[in-house]
């Protein structure tokens, strides 16, 4: 299995909300991150996991807030959201984190704050 | 810091052209260089990928060199399909970047009937 998972597809919230996004690999990797792409752009790297620790933060707003409760699980929990967060969620695992190591990308999650 | 630098689009070429798309990099010590490709609606795949100089990337008739000398990686693909239509972005990770992907801006390839 060399797929990453991103659930749900598609997300509409509010900017009380409060949503999860989900993100699942069962290739062994201990790497894992979170990425923010707005349209025409590159992504921008959010937050990155080690061995299920946090090991980058890429100084992200507080109404992110990731969680890795296993090595094949990753989630992002968001509260509060502005519309200017509206973006496609990627989430990728490598099998550590090291350069010569290429990484995984999911599907990603479609994320409209109105 | 480390960098890449990409030719920006859009690229608009007729199926079976030759496809050049020029990616420079800035990086310290010896950095791994990849190029993603992301279809429209889609998240990124991995297309080829190099880690040492003079390594050559190769998959899908799409092929990149690791060029030390010239600090370069550019994407070939010698006749292009209409299923190529993408974003194509080169990026590299380097002890620099504590192994995170560095992306250039991505370059929009549409390539026409």
């Known amino acids: 299995d060399t797929e990453v998972t991103q659930t749900p597809k598609h997300l509409v919230m509010g900017m009380t909300n409060k949503k999860s996004l989900k993100c699942e690999q069962h290739?062994?990797?201990?790497?894992m991150y979170w990425y923010k792409q707005k349209a025409k752009k590159p992504p921008e790297l959010m937050f990155v996991?080690?061995?299920?620790?946090?090991?980058i933060n890429e100084s992200v707003p507080s109404r992110f807030s990731p969680e890795c409760p296993n090595s094949s699980l990753l989630n992002l929990h968001l509260h509060a959201l502005q519309p200017e967060d509206s973006a496609l969620y990627l989430c990728?695992?490598?099998?550590?984190?090291?350069?010569?190591?290429?990484?995984?990308f999911g599907p990603g999650t479609r994320l409209t704050v109105l | 810091g480390d960098s890449v630098t990409q030719m920006e689009g859009p690229v608009t070429l007729s199926e079976e052209a030759c496809l050049t798309i020029?990616?420079?990099?800035?990086?310290?010590?010896?950095?791994?260089l990849f190029w993603y490709v992301q279809y429209p609606g889609e998240g990124l795949q991995l297309l080829l990928k190099?880690?040492?100089?003079?390594d050559k990337g190769s998959n899908k008739g799409f092929e990149a060199t690791y060029r030390k000398e010239t600090t370069s990686f550019h994407l070939e693909k010698g006749s292009v399909q209409v299923s190529d239509s993408a974003v194509y972005f080169c990026?590299?990770?380097?002890?620099?970047?504590?192994?995170?992907?560095?992306f250039g801006k991505g370059t929009k390839l549409s390539v026409k009937p």
């Open positions: 290739m062994g990797h201990r790497a």
């Open positions: 990728a695992s490598s099998q550590v984190q090291a350069g010569y190591n290429e990484q995984f």
């Open positions: 990026a590299l990770t380097s002890g620099g970047s504590q192994g995170n992907l560095i």
């Open positions: 020029n990616c420079t990099y800035t990086a310290t010590g010896y950095p791994s």
């Open positions: 996991y080690s061995y299920e620790k946090l090991s």
């Open positions: 190099a880690t040492k100089a003079d």
